[in-house]
C-alpha cells in the first residue's frame, strides 16, 4: 500500500461517513503525499508578491497609468494593502519583491530586491525581454525560494502586481493553449468597453508581430512575459524541487503556473488552485490545466489575496487529518 492508499484508510477511519469533509478529504490526502507522511505539517507559510512593470502599458491596456505599480509597493511596504491584512490575520508571512519595478525602493524588512530592470520592453514592437534577462530571473528567483526552504517554509503562496501584466499573461495563455486572444482576455483592471475593444486590438497585433516567436515556454515568457511573472514560474519550479506546497492565487499566477507546467508536468502534484478569478480567460485556463480551484469568491485583485484567504482552508485539512478521533480511539461504531 502506497502512502496515498494509506492515507485514504486514515481519512475513511475517521469518525464521519466516507467523504463527508468533501475537498478537505482530497486536499489532506494530497498533502500527506507530498510530504510522504501520514501526520503532514504547515511550516513558516510564506506569500511572495513579485512586482514588475509593463512596456505594453504604454498601449492603454489599462485603466491605471504605469506610476501605480510603483504606488502600490509602498502601499505593500507600508502595511496597508489587501495581502497585508489577510497575512496578517491568518499569521502568513509576507515578502515582497521587486522584479521590475519602474522606480527604486529604499530597504525595507519585507522587500527583495530582484530587479531585472526597470520594465519590459513593449511587445506590441520588441521582446518583452531579452535570453539573459530570462536567465536572469529565473536565477533570481530559484535563489529567494531555496532561501525561504532553508529557513523552514514548506507552503508557499505567489502573488503579482504590475500595471499591464493582464495583458502579458493573456498572450502566454494565448501562445501556449492555442487558444484566440479575444478569448483569453479579460477587462484587468476594469476597462470600460472601449478600452477594452482597444486591449484586445492591440494584443492582436502583438500576436500577429510574433507570429513564430513564442513557440517554447521559454520563448513565450521572454516574448510577452513580465518580469515578475517569469520570477512566478521560476519560483514554482524551485518550491515544487524543494517539495513545498504551492498555493496558486488568480488569472496571472496561474498564468505563470501554465508555464512551468509546460517546463515540468510534475509540478500539478504539489499545486492547490486557491480560486477562480472573475477576470474572463481564467475559467478557459482552468479547463486547459485540468484543475478544480478551491473557492469562487469573484476575487480579482491579484497580490496573493488568494492564496492568503485560503489558507485557513488548507490548515483545516491537515487538523483534521492529524487531530480527529478515528472510530476506533473514539469508541465510535462504525457503519455496517
Known sequence: MDISEKLVNKINLKTKPLGALGRLEKLAQQIGTIQNTLSPELKKPTILTFAGDHGIAKEGVSAYPQE????????????????????????????????????????????????????????????AMTKSQLDDCFNKATMIINQIHQNGCNIIGFGEMGIGNTSSATMLMSALCNLPVQKCTGRGTGLNDKQYQNKIQVL?????????????????????????????????????????????????????????CKMNPKILDNAIFCHLSKEQG????????????????????GEGTGCAVVYPIIQSAVT?????????????????
Open 282 to 301: 481564467h475559467k478557459l485556463l482552468i479547463d486547459c490545466l485540468n484543475v478544480d480551484p478551491l473557492l469562487k469568491l469573484d476575487m480579482r485583485l
Open 68 to 127: 501605480v505599480t510603483y504606488q502600490m509597493v509602498i502601499n505593500f511596504l507600508q502595511g496597508g494593502a489587501a495581502i497585508n491584512v489577510f497575512c496578517r490575520q491568518n499569521n502568513i508571512d509576507l515578502k515582497v519583491i521587486d522584479s521590475g519595478v519602474n522606480a527604486d525602493f529604499a530597504k525595507d524588512p519585507i522587500l527583495i530586491n530582484a530587479k531585472i530592470a526597470k520594465g519590459t520592453k513593449n511587445f506590441l514592437t520588441d521582446s
Open 204 to 260: 492582436e497585433k502583438a500576436k500577429e508581430f510574433h507570429r513564430n516567436d513564442a513557440n517554447t515556454p521559454q520563448k513565450a515568457l521572454q516574448t510577452y512575459g513580465g518580469f515578475e511573472i517569469a520570477q512566478i514560474c521560476a519560483g514554482m519550479l524551485a518550491a515544487y524541487k524543494n517539495n513545498m506546497i504551492i498555493m496558486v492565487d488568480g488569472f496571472i499566477t496561474s498564468c505563470a503556473f501554465l508555464v512551468a
Open 320 to 336: 483534521f487529518l492529524n487531530d480527529m478521533a478515528s472510530f476506533q480511539s473514539a469508541g465510535v461504531t462504525n457503519k455496517k
